[in-house]
């Protein structure tokens, strides 16, 4: 065991903080060697805490990688003998009631590539604060219930870094000698040191502006390389449909005069929040018709709100402590995705939000690292950004949504804003908001928040044909997890509809008495609290078929003895698209299950050939829903619902199915693939982006079978194409073919057209790492050796090593072993210089239990291997010790 083992840390040890800071004023000075940071920070003693008020408890502030220079406390020098600094605390011993601390510190940006605190990203000085980043640059109660309005003054050179920015307001500029220049700014509403942020470079502006439902005209304004001019457009039309909707939806108005967004290469997470000052990962808010796919505006569109969102959801209502880490990120996921359906396809949102969680969130919910939605407890925090706190956290929220009903629901958030805003809170304040708005008692809801693990409904049923009588049983369980077993039912809002043999919608009496009154409703939302329920359904002459689980209305996972004819009937005839889709997926999946290790001669079921042929033929359905329905269900979710899965038999069966399919519908491909040609000049609405996906999908198949005329087709697009995802889509249907040359070819020549641009480098890395084909190990080596992939760069590192481990399963569980080992030499080479993305990119080995031993064995001797390294990171310790204990 190291030495250096992570403290666990438990929500049921917070205690208040002893002292609060009013106001902290900070001064930069940016130099190329590193920075000296002069704090000046207004304390006081807390007097919600006994123990500083009694007593006077020493003060104790964060700090880390950080060489204090001078500490001063009411003008004077504090003397050796009344502090002391360790490697994470600086401590104060005697401070009066109120006082003024002065602390100095020299920091280096330029080597710090943790990407934590302040750092050097290319020629830019850039911050990233949460969680714990602030401690990285100065001495400060870093924890999100402290909260101190900041100015903040930066000084650096003036060619190098013509633009300055900080949170809040600019309220002053000019400049110094020596060719340097400084800019203040001054933030009014109260933070914590996580929202605070600083940019320095030298970058282009974009200028728009948006008048608030008040008449308040805000500047918005984008900064982004010069290289990167064109590509802003998007994202600022993004903010702006962001700012109306949370207006029209939420009642919520953006409160500073100026908003800016900042794009960053070098940055670990997708984007963040900081108060006036969003610092984005350039691949999530970058793009133009040329470099960027459907699916990478409508990411961008996502998370330019969801930032924007946080202003209320996270900034001015925020987190008492990081178990609350879901209270913003839980109902900021919930908002955007709202967001999101509004602005598109509700329906096809839900899919997609649906596909991430039972592929993804469900498996972790299964895995070693399974917390709840409100941890109990956690080693390092940076861990805790999970699909369980963002995804879950937003279902979570989203269920409260179905029980209240929108009213209802925004007479519970307003209250909660209105009651909170200033505020650092829990969840539970935010259910609390919920209850006193609506009447309703979420006392047994808020075991969503406490309880691990996905809950499992069996559903089974049958029909009283002479009562006329349809009866519907349903059992709840919720797994076992690391440290919690026994657990309690949940409140579960269950959505369902029942068809009629011609498909229609049957009405739903739930007694005889609601019979009588022959105004039953067609679709209901039953709520389940006890372990096992059972509803009568009265007044049905013939057995109907259940919709169940409509709209995905909870996050759990459905058992039912399904027939394949009731999928196919679903499919067709489910007013729910939702559910369409879903009995397509379920029907995908029980014909490839059949399929994997199935001796030749067993066929592919024809009724799956005949539904995807109606699907690819008819013209007049929902293409966008088409679009997604002929997505056959992934490996790795293939893989989620196998216990001893073998993954190569898994993949297998699958291309065999979809090759079945390719083969059988070869001409009716050609033809959709023909029918969606776009004539006119690009687009983005739904239905262009509906077209596009589906020539995409027809041209994936037609060249996953060598197919000649598929092939020219697919040549030409790949030569004509006017924007990247027809662009992307043929490069992706060559790299996954047959044909070589044509592969070798067409990457190459992507590789020459957009060599200088690394957004677009970063998918080119991506197609190849995540290929059966192009995926080989030789290969990925080849890449990591590329002169375009950076070891320091957290996006081409995702690219190369977590599209390899994350997306090519069949060559990431090569027999041989030789992808787990791959990954844990990676792994433990970037634990020293970034080991939060270390511990990120661990994870498809943590799940080694869920696969067959001549698997599981090698998974956990590269587990073990990783764990046995020297100078192991709290990162990578706790994930990897969780992933190996009993
Ligand atoms: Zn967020």
Known sequence: MPSNQPQTIYLSDYKVPAYLVDTADLRFELFEDGARVHSTLAFRRNPDCQESQETGAPLQLHGDSLKLESLVLNGEAVATSNYSVSDELLTVNQVPQHFTLQVVTWIEPQNNTRLEGLYKSAAMFCTQCEAEGFRCITYFPDRPDVMARFSTRIEADKTAYPVLLSNGNPVEQGDLSDGRHFVTWEDPFPK?????ALVAGDLLEKQDSFTTMSGRKVDLRMYVEPRNSEKCEYALDSLKRAMAWDEQTYGREYDLDIFMIVAVDDFNMGAMENKGLNIFNSSCVLASQETATDMAFERIESIVAHEYFHNWSGNRVTCRDWFQLSLKEGFTVFRDTQFSGDMGSATVKRIESATVLRTAQFAEDAGPMAHSVRPASYMEITNFYTLTIYVKGAEVVRMIHTLLGPDLFRKGSDLYFERHDGQAVTTDDFVKAMEDASGRDLGQFRLWYEQAGTPQLAISDEYDESAGVYHLHIKQTLPDTPGQTDKQPQHIPFALGLLGSRGEALALALSAEELAKADAPQERVLELTEASHSFEFHGLSERPVPSLLRHFS????????????????????????????????????????????????????ARLVGAFRHLISDADLDQALVAKMLVLPTVAY???????????????????VLKHLAIALRDELVACYRRNIDSGPYQLGPEAVARRSLRNTALAWLLLINDEEGRSLGLGQYRDADNMTDRMGALKAFVNSGYDDDRAASLNDFYQTFQHDPQVVEQWFSVQAASRRTGQLSHIHALLEHPAFDWKNPNKIRAVIGAFAGQNLVNFHNPDGSGYQFLADQVCKLDDSNPQIAARLVSPLTRWRKFAPEYSQQMQAALMQIRDKENLSGDLYEVVYKSLAD
């Open 192 to 196: 914590p040191a996580y929202l605070f």
């Open 554 to 605: 909870a996050p759990v996972r459905v058992s039912y003895p399904w027939t394949r004819e009731q999928l196919l009937f679903l499919m067709n005839h489910d007013s729910d698209g939702f559910n369409r889709w879903d009995a397509g997926q379920r029907l995908a999946i029980d014909v490839i299950q059949q399929m994997i290790g199935a001796p030749k001669d067993v066929t592919v079921d």
């Open 638 to 656: 293939l893989a989620e619902l196998t216990d001893g899965a073998d993954v190569p038999a898994i993949h297998r069966a699958r291309r065999r």
